[in-house]
């Protein structure tokens, strides 16, 4: 395990005030990780802090909607989303997303305290019953994490993602699909 001075580590919600760093680490994540993201770098770029605002669940009046930081002193090194489902069939579920950890504070227990954190509110949240998430096959390390907070595989999605490779080639990822249940 790598060591780190993680005095003065926080893990809480973010608040709009926030929004500027949590950008700004979603934008690096785009950047080193594109097969980890559903969204694209460049469009994700051009979009403002504020334009993130719904994903902090202020009005979401039975929970279950928000982004959690983890800050060293005033730096955020991680973060994860949560986003409950609006439709009513699905309301009792909700999917994991956004999960990064800057490379320089990887290693040191920050993604599963990030995880945890997500997992109490969660359970908090009125009538939540199911946490669903999509990892990179290849990401072995992110899998493990997940398993070892309680997800079970569901299933492998072949061709989930598309990129643009070298010449403009295709290059495909694989996602597993996991899931957690709240409430057995």
Same mark, same amino acid.
């Given at each position: 395990?790598?060591?780190?001075?993680?005095?003065?580590?926080?893990?809480?919600?973010? +608040?709009?005030?926030?929004?500027?760093?949590?950008?700004? %680490?979603? /934008? $690096?994540? !785009? @950047?080193?990780?594109?097969? =980890?993201?559903?969204?694209?770098?460049?469009?994700?770029?051009?979009?403002?802090?504020?334009?993130?605002?719904?994903?902090?669940?202020?009005?979401?009046?039975?929970?279950?909607?928000?982004?959690?930081?983890?800050?060293?002193?005033?730096?955020?090194?991680?973060?994860?989303?949560?986003?409950?489902?609006?439709?009513?069939?699905?309301?009792?579920?909700?999917?994991?997303?956004?999960?990064?950890?800057?490379? +320089?504070?990887?290693?040191?227990?920050?993604?599963?305290? %990030?995880? /945890? $954190?997500? !997992? @109490?509110?969660?359970?908090? =949240?009125?009538?939540?019953?199911?946490?669903?998430?999509?990892?990179?096959?290849?990401?072995?390390?992110?899998?493990?994490?997940?398993?070892?907070?309680?997800?079970?595989?569901?299933?492998?999605?072949?061709?989930?993602?598309?990129?643009?490779?070298?010449?403009?080639?295709?290059?495909?990822?694989?996602?597993?699909?996991?899931?957690?249940?709240?409430?057995?």
């Amino acid at each position: 395990m790598v060591t780190h001075d993680l005095t003065g580590l926080r893990i809480a919600r973010v +608040t709009p005030a926030e929004l500027s760093s949590f950008k700004s %680490l979603r /934008d $690096e994540g !785009l @950047r080193l990780h594109p097969e =980890a993201f559903d969204a694209d770098l460049d469009i994700e770029q051009s979009r403002p802090p504020e334009s993130y605002i719904g994903r902090l669940g202020l009005y979401e009046p039975l929970g279950g909607t928000f982004l959690i930081g983890a800050w060293v002193r005033d730096e955020m090194v991680g973060m994860v989303g949560l986003e409950r489902h609006s439709l009513p069939k699905l309301r009792h579920s909700a999917e994991l997303n956004s999960m990064m950890v800057k490379p +320089t504070h990887s290693g040191c227990g920050i993604g599963f305290k %990030l995880i /945890d $954190e997500c !997992l @109490r509110q969660a359970r908090a =949240a009125s009538g939540l019953e199911l946490i669903t998430l999509k990892v990179s096959t290849a990401n072995q390390q992110a899998v493990q994490l997940y398993e070892r907070a309680g997800f079970k595989p569901c299933g492998i999605v072949p061709r989930a993602v598309r990129l643009v490779g070298p010449g403009g080639s295709a290059v495909y990822v694989d996602r597993l699909t996991m899931a957690l249940l709240l409430k057995p």
